[in-house]
């Protein structure tokens, strides 16, 4: 993929090295001349400029960008540069970081989010996932569909133990993506038991939470 960030800080600089280390294609876009510093990222390509203004995305070629990833410290220049990408550019994807999770409202398909990625509850729901087991913890909103990726740890003595996921009794709307067992990354089959232990992650909406808490055992 070809993605532009906006934002050359350290969010933005480490967004960029673990992008290209998987073979993408990365423009980094940056506003203040200390920060701008091509060195630090040398296969990236880096444009200097405001990301708000429309001569610098036109300059960029941002409209051939796959991705565009909103990551600077203002949540103003974020969604401003997520509307531009999304109404003038017609960019398939793109992602904002939220600053202040007061904002996070307004982090939504009107200003052209498709993804919101929020720090502060992002670190939130680690330290809920690192202390919870048989409860549902909300990693990420997929602000498009109005979907939540959900994660839940079944205790070691789960009477679900050995269930296969074609057995599960779960909800219409809730789709099992994946399931963590140690270090192997499964992708659930219909006949793949669940096990004690096992970190469950599902895509669902809010309103099917409940019910998926009542068919894991909660």
Known sequence: MRVAIAGAGAVGRSIA????????????????????TPEVVEAAEWVLGDACEMSTLEASGIERCDVVIAATGDDKANLVLALLAKTEFAVRRVVARVNNPANEWLFNESWGVDVAVSTPRMLAAMVEEAVSVGDLVRLMTFRKSQANLVELTLPEETPLAGTPVERLNLPRDAALVAILRGERVIVPQPDDPVEGGDEVLFVAPETVEPDLRAALGR
């Not at 090295?17 to 701008?36: C, K, N, P, Y």
Request: aromatic share 4%; no cysteine.
């Open 17 to 36: 090295s673990e992008l290209i280390e998987a073979g993408h294609t990365v423009l980094l876009i940056e506003r203040l001349s200390r920060q701008f």
